[in-house]
């Protein structure tokens, strides 16, 4: 059965879209397919600007026009006509969901005074149970209680049931007080959801419109984004350099020239806040002077002119507010705020959710962020130079997965990633050139290799490399883990590694697995990336690190030694290392569920695995498959991933005592975003 839940509000500008976004990813985690359903739409026509935004996200497979019920001029003119037609859209795209959120009216001005009752209708018509939003901007807790009080007589009034009623836009000091009134609420779920500041920040574009100015310069993504506020410069420079803050608007008059090459310097310089961009008012043309100093400067800063003078400038820009879900950086800030503060279980359990035996991709990557987030770990990435890195950082501090922190000037990293349009709010950028932190790692790493002859001299050449150096952040325990190889090749992520970090007691070989996302699960194929031919007892230490891995990542592991025959149907040198292999993982490690040597098709295909190998607890229902050599499991996983769609997470290193972890040159920003989150679940296990 499809089960949904109907998002609605009393009022206009509640700030709703924190709670429809949080229930699709919420939602997203826990089955494989998640509806939207907008009961009305403006126009029949134009598309709505929030149900574009709902259905962009990676689990929604609803089309638009699947989506949509009717107009609101149809439910004005023919009430029951349009009631009946929202019925029949809605029972044509449910079944093809596991779940759907209906995200209720945006309070049209024709319907206004109705409108809190049609939803009501529509909810019990849906046989949707209802999540109320109530907005708190300027009320006292009790006056949000009553607001939601009332709300819900109507909705029982029309025989819908709210489940669930969550105040929207909270100040962190009325939080308490605003749980603690709405808890007297009979029979409902409570929470209540702040609104982060850039959820409401309208973007650099949106403002230079607003104030019909012409771009001078800037590339579209960085006027994609986010401006934190204005601030009018109509002082002297070093008054305003007092002032400036992160990711703001600088308005300032065209004819004072004194202060605007030292803001483009100051933006450049990484001393002071990174700007969003400038507004130059008056219209007044730049001298020619000022022009080429200006440009002189490598600066990356937006600038735009408007002939409205400073004061209308600053009015507009001040009233100026954001589309909530006009970027991906607030559809993830408004995703972390509500799985941080509203109980998911509880709420599901009121929707009377049953979660899916699926496990799609995208379920395992919510469930990877999920993990991360449990507990927050400082990953380093020596490889600041590259822009997906600072991307994949700024997603990551976004999201809230991973304290970040990145190798190399500070100055210049912060200048790169405003170039490109990225935030670095939060992230610590270290400086490879600080002396005492340098001589400190040297002094260790030489001591750490003295039996090797290695000198402290040699031992600061070595610190000079930032896999070097990062890796010494991590056996220092000054980050958790570390995340390299976009740049540099898997030797140089590793080499640090082995030479100082070892590998767990016990084991004597770091190998590699990829988690393989499969459409409806997740396997584990090991070692397809660093062992090219283990002998058995490595191919034991790598089926029980393979096996360790599934473990942390929510994967019960039935492990298969794969190889070319089934039980003791072949013989044959390779045949008997698996053989062997095999019984030593029993030794080792008991209470495993593990058999070998067994062929893919037998390990995979529960019909097969009957008939090749009865009454095992692997064959046919295999969650872990160790290959015999680096040649078969690097083609094989290749193979899946490119015949079937799979999607590949790794490799990811097993065996040593901190993760440290490789990534492809190719690497793209989400490969790079996942390989952190996985680097710190694993440091949650050190």
């Known amino acids: 059965m499809t089960r949904s839940i109907y998002v609605a509000a009393p009022e206009v500008r509640t700030g709703w879209s924190v709670i429809a976004i949080g229930l699709i990813n919420a939602l997203s985690r826990e089955v494989g397919k998640v509806g939207v359903f907008r009961p009305l739409v403006p126009s029949s026509t134009d598309h709505d600007i929030f149900l574009d935004a709902l259905l962009a996200h990676p689990a929604v497979t609803t089309t638009y026009d699947e989506a949509v019920g009717t107009t609101y001029d149809h439910a004005l003119h023919e009430h029951d006509e349009a009631l009946a037609r929202i019925v029949e859209r809605y029972n044509q795209m449910k079944d093809r969901n596991d779940a759907v959120v209906i995200v209720g009216t945006n309070y049209n001005e024709a319907t206004f005074a109705s409108e809190l009752t049609l939803n009501a209708e529509i909810a019990a018509n849906l046989n949707a149970p209802v999540c109320l939003a109530v907005s708190t901007r300027d009320r006292t807790p009790d006056e949000v209680r009553h607001i939601a009080e009332n709300a819900i007589a109507e909705f029982v009034r029309r025989h819908a049931t709210v489940i669930a009623v969550m105040a929207t836009r909270v100040d962190e000091p009325d939080r308490e007080p605003m749980l603690a009134e709405l808890g007297k609420l009979p029979d409902v779920m409570v929470a209540a959801l702040e609104e982060d500041p850039i959820v409401r920040s309208p973007s650099l574009g949106e403002y230079f419109q607003a104030v019909e100015a012409t771009v001078i310069s800037g590339r579209p993504e960085q006027l994609a984004r986010e401006s934190q506020g204005g601030l009018v410069a109509a002082m002297t420079l070093p008054h305003v350099l007092e002032r400036l803050f992160e990711e703001a608007t600088v308005i300032v008059a065209s004819d004072r020239t004194e202060l605007i090459p030292g803001l483009v310097l100051a933006h450049s310089s990484g001393a002071f806040p990174q700007l969003a961009g400038l507004i130059l008012t008056g219209g007044y043309e730049l001298p020619e002077p000022i022009v080429r100093l200006i440009e002189s400067v490598p600066h990356e800063l937006p600038m735009a002119t408007t002939n409205l003078g400073t004061f209308t400038t600053a009015s507009r820009v001040g009233s100026l507010q954001g589309r909530h879900t006009s970027s991906p950086r607030k559809i993830e800030i408004m995703r972390r705020v509500f799985d941080h503060r509203v109980d998911v279980k509880e709420l599901f359990e009121r929707m009377r959710l049953a979660p899916s035996d699926v496990r799609t991709p995208l379920m395992f990557e919510h469930q990877l962020n999920e993990m991360a987030r449990a507990k927050k770990m400082r990953i380093v990435l020596p490889e600041a130079g590259d822009d997906r890195i600072l991307k994949s950082a700024a997603i990551v501090m976004q999201r809230g997965t991973a304290a970040i922190i990145l190798l190399g000037n500070p100055i210049a990293v912060k200048a790169q990633a405003s170039a490109i349009g990225v935030s670095l709010d939060g992230v610590e950028i270290v400086d490879m050139t ?253």
Do not use: W
């Open 434 to 686: 600080e002396p005492e932190r340098l001589q400190r790692y040297a002094a260790k790493y030489a001591e750490l290799r003295a039996h090797k002859g290695v000198t402290l001299e040699q031992a600061l050449e070595k610190m000079k490399d930032p896999s070097y150096f990062g890796t010494m952040m991590v056996y220092l325990g000054e980050a958790d883990g570390m995340v390299s190889g976009a740049v540099n090749t898997t030797a140089n992520t590793i080499r640090p590694s082995l030479e100082f970090v070892k590998t767990k007691p016990g084991v004597k070989v770091v190998s590699s697995s990829f988690l393989m996302c499969m459409p409806d699960r997740v396997d584990v194929y090991g070692d397809c990336a660093v062992n090219p031919d283990p002998t058995a007892e490595q191919l034991a230490d790598i089926a029980i690190g393979c096996a360790e891995t599934a473990q942390i990542f929510g994967i019960e592991p039935r492990v298969a030694m794969l190889s070319y025959s089934t039980g003791t149907s072949g013989s044959g040198a390779d045949v008997d290392k698996v053989r062997e292999a095999t019984e030593l993982v029993r030794q080792r490690a008991p209470q495993l569920k593990v058999d070998g040597p067994i062929q893919f098709d037998a390990a995979i295909d529960p019909t097969v695995g009957k008939k090749k190998m009865p009454g095992s607890e692997v064959a046919g229902q295999a969650t872990v498959f160790v290959f015999p050599d680096l040649n078969t499991g690097n083609n094989t996983y290749k193979a899946v991933q490119r015949s079937s769609g799979a999607i590949a997470i790794g490799p990811v290193l097993q065996g040593l005592n901190k993760p440290v972890n490789d990534l492809s040159r190719g690497a793209l920003v989400d490969d790079i975003v996942n390989t952190i989150a996985i680097t710190a679940i694993q440091a949650q296990h050190s």
